[in-house]
């Protein structure tokens, strides 16, 4: 299999305005320790919630506060707030990428139960 196009692809993705965008605020927002830290633990349990809902079980009460309230902490400033944002956009971007590369490939990547 010739790998160029993947090659080509990538640079392609490093040179989209959703890369530049995301890249460009991770570096300001992460510069901040505090910032950093609950950006970390926000993500920490947005996936332990996403795999409660998906395993069908009931979230944990005081994760789903904790979550709740670094959401509204980190939504409230403006630079974290497009940062969020801007990575939602480029996990969007490449899911899409990583679709059509799965779909040319005939590979099922659905989760089971999901379909």
Known sequence: MEYSQAHLLARDIRQSEEYQTYHGLKDEVMADETTAALIREYKKLQVTLQMA???????????????????????????VSQYL?????????????FKIITEAADIDMSLPGME
């Open 85 to 97: 944002l801007a990575e939602m956009r480029l996990q969007q971007a490449l899911a899409d990428i």
């Open 53 to 79: 809902a998906m395993s069908g079980s009931q979230p944990d009460p005081d994760d789903m506060q904790r979550f709740q309230g670094i959401t509204a902490l980190l939504f409230s400033k403006p630079e």
